[in-house]
């Protein structure tokens, strides 16, 4: 295995990281790298050779919807930047609705003779894929774009996580592909997974075990079914960036980091640990399916976070933050304003200490409802 996944250009070798044909791909690097280009790329290449399609997953309807549609124009760019390309020369791509066609170029004054090869298809309209997938031509690559969502843009699309959209991909996937265990290797589908270092929050990272910053380079993950790319960023490439207007709005902010260095926000390990023997726990959160335990450690004066909540509790509080979390014995977060109002003065001492880097940021997104910035 190579130590990098870069071509001699700089960008994104997706050949070589598709040479390991691993179930599930994780690539994760700064913008203008060739995440998205060079996959889009392959998958006309895989059609032309191969007869695979391929599927763009997005999270909600809405996004493969109208004039913002993240298909409009999706393979324009191929054309634009790629004028001698061998293969583009000889075959046409376009988007029509949710479905991508490609037709071999035909002689001038005749019409191309398009064939359907890929689909664009919501998370939530999983349920709705089930009764529709005899309509769908062999797909091999599914491709999830802003798998990890930047949050460092208020304003994108993509903000949230949609609660089980794991499951939502399982689904869509067996939909469509209809793998079964007589399925032959070179059929079965794969899934691609493209972001910016930016949130250990993703529940895609917590699932196939990230729960902490991961090695720059190539890692495997999952039981060696899911590999990582994590590009080392090119700090003279992100030096020339904060130079430029667009950049110097935002140089040395957390949004640079994630833009220019492919950094996730970490603190020194004296923020993280393991619950101490005999501490009492205090009480509980439940946010968005996600669980989060809190003791105290009266010996230190430390609060640890936990990613999961005691078999017993002892009669001490569950606090509920959404509706869709509401249990019968858990309080709902109208009644918790005081306790976890509270508890955010802790938080701004410094006396609270987490599992990993994926536990803090997950239970801050919870305590953000309750003033925590």
């Known amino acids: 295995m190579r130590r990098d996944a870069y071509d001699e250009n700089g960008y994104i070798d997706w050949p070589y990281i598709l040479s390991f044909d691993a179930p599930y791909t994780i690539v994760c690097d700064v913008r203008s790298r060739g995440k998205t280009f060079g996959l889009r790329l392959q998958c006309v290449r895989d059609m032309v050779r191969r007869g695979k399609g391929f599927c763009e997953l997005s999270r909600t309807a809405e996004a493969i919807k109208g004039d913002t549609a993240l298909q409009r124009g999706y393979f324009d760019k191929f ?16 988007t029509r609705g949710h479905q991508a066609y490609i037709a071999r170029r035909p002689p001038e004054g005749k019409k191309p003779d398009w064939q359907e090869f890929g689909y664009f298809v919501a998370l939530n309209e999983a349920e709705q894929i089930k009764s ?3 309509r769908f031509k062999p797909v091999r690559r599914y491709i999830f774009d802003e798998a990890l969502i930047d949050k460092t843009l208020p304003g994108a699309r993509f903000r949230d996580y949609l609660p089980g959209e794991i499951h939502a991909v399982s689904s869509i996937m067996s939909s469509i592909s209809r793998e079964n265990p007589n399925t032959k ?14 949130d250990l929050t993703c529940p895609w990272l917590a699932h196939f075990g990230i729960t902490d910053v991961p090695p720059y380079g190539f890692s495997w993950h999952f039981g060696g079914k899911c ?37 996730f926000t970490t603190l020194d390990d004296s923020y ?102």
Request: hydrophobic share 40%; net charge positive.
């Open 132 to 134: 529709q997938s005899s």
């Open 227 to 263: 590999l990582l790319w994590y590009g080392k960023p090119d700090r003279d490439w992100a030096a020339q960036q904060d130079k430029s207007v667009s950049g110097a709005l935002i140089a040395g902010t957390q949004a640079a980091a994630s833009a220019t260095l492919n950094t």
């Open 79 to 94: 054309y634009r930047e790629l004028p001698n390309d061998k293969l583009l020369k000889e075959w046409l791509c376009e």
């Open 185 to 198: 290797d070179a059929d079965r589908p794969r899934l691609y997974l493209l972001g910016n270092a930016v």
């Open 272 to 373: 993280f640990g393991e619950v101490p023997k005999g501490a009492p726990f205090a009480f509980g959160v439940v946010y968005k399916g996600a669980s989060y335990g809190v003791w105290c450690d009266m010996a230190e004066g430390y609060y640890y976070v936990m990613p999961y909540l005691p078999k017993s509790t002892d009669g001490k509080p569950i606090y509920a933050l959404t509706a869709s979390d509401a249990r019968p014995n858990y309080i709902l977060a109208r009644r918790a304003q005081r306790s976890l109002k509270g508890f955010v003065d802790l938080y701004y001492a410094g006396i609270v200490r987490y599992k990993d880097h994926a536990t803090r940021a997950g239970f801050l997104d919870a305590m953000a409802l309750f003033g925590v910035r």
